[in-house]
């Protein structure tokens, strides 16, 4: 079985930057898609980037693009969410998800999923 566990994360004021961190451990057979999700109080949870297991394909979420980037970490199966930029309106609970198949917006909840990490940005 996956394990999914997010580190990072905290309070940043606007306009300030954040790294979060994704690590997958146990019965990692395979290869493994990785991604973040979000939510803040009274949403839906928002896709926010993803990375290919099998390419070096990345997406980013339309509300993130330009001030977030998704790359690999230096460790097998890790993947680092950087954000720049931060406004407010990030303020959210950060999900890590791990996916045999691609990680799209609207893909559903599939997958391994970490506890969630909060992120959160003052004004």
């Known amino acids: 079985q996956v394990q999914v566990v997010e580190s990072g994360g905290g309070l940043v004021q606007a306009g300030g930057s954040l790294r979060l961190s994704c690590a997958l451990s146990?019965?990692?057979?395979?290869?493994?898609?990785m991604g973040w999700f979000r939510q803040a109080p009274g949403k839906e949870r928002e896709f926010v980037a993803s990375?290919?297991?099998?390419?070096?394909?990345?997406y980013l979420g339309d509300s993130v693009k330009g001030r977030f980037t998704i790359s690999r970490g230096d460790a097998r199966d890790t993947v680092i969410l950087q954000m720049h930029n931060l406004k407010p309106e990030d303020t959210a609970v950060y999900y890590c998800?791990?996916?045999?198949?691609?990680?799209?917006?609207?893909?559903?909840?599939?997958?391994?999923w970490g506890k969630g990490i909060q992120v959160t940005v003052s004004s």
């Open positions: 998800n791990a996916r045999t198949e691609r990680i799209l917006p609207g893909s559903g909840t599939g997958g391994s």
């Open positions: 146990g019965r990692t057979f395979g290869r493994y898609a």
């Open positions: 990375m290919s297991g099998w390419s070096a394909a990345t």
